[in-house]
């Protein structure tokens, strides 16, 4: 009996601890890097060679119909150092890249280098599309200015609704 009753305890004990380290649905389903919501989708930022410098991820919540955009570098693309990285959203037409209104990240100058730079990742950017498309484009770089070492994503027209 007493055995049994170890065997019960120690089942009970890893399910319970299975229980508190799972994340909650909540937790699970808010948004990141400052964007609320659930993910929706995710974008790869890459040079003309296909190097990742960088992911952007698109969040959506539902409760104020706002979608949010962030672009996080990769090790690849200077995650950690201050180099360029940029994020934009566009309310557009469907099958465009054009609109009316766009938002982009809040530039952060930092004044020990030469240009815009973030150590992480640009962004949150958000913006109301009801009843809109929306295009997402997010560039890194690892110079303050144009050069071979830019990757960037453009998208056409979607998540349109």
């Known amino acids: 009996m007493r055995r049994i009753f ?3 305890t120690g089942i ?15 937790a699970a389903a808010t948004g990141a890097y400052g964007c609320g919501g ?3 989708d995710s974008y790869q930022v890459k040079t003309s060679g296909g190097s990742v410098y960088g992911n952007v991820y698109l969040y959506y919540d539902a ?9 996080v570098a ?8 201050p180099t360029f990285k ?20 809040t530039y952060v100058q930092d004044p020990s280098t030469t240009g815009i730079t973030y150590s992480q990742y640009a962004g949150p950017v958000s913006i109301s599309a009801a009843g809109r498309c929306i295009s997402v484009t997010g560039i890194n770089s690892l110079t303050s200015g144009p050069s071979s070492s830019q990757a960037s994503f453009s998208s056409k027209a979607t998540h349109c609704g």
């Open 12 to 26: 009970l004990l890893l399910l319970a601890g299975s229980f508190v380290m799972a994340p909650s649905a909540s």
């Open 86 to 105: 940029f994020v934009m959203i566009v309310k557009c037409v469907a099958g465009t890249t054009a609109g009316s209104t766009c938002v982009q990240d």
């Open 6 to 8: 170890s065997v019960l």
């Open 74 to 81: 990769t090790a690849a693309g200077g995650y950690g150092t």
């Open 38 to 40: 659930s993910q929706i």
């Open 63 to 71: 409760s104020t119909g706002k979608n949010c955009a962030v672009n």
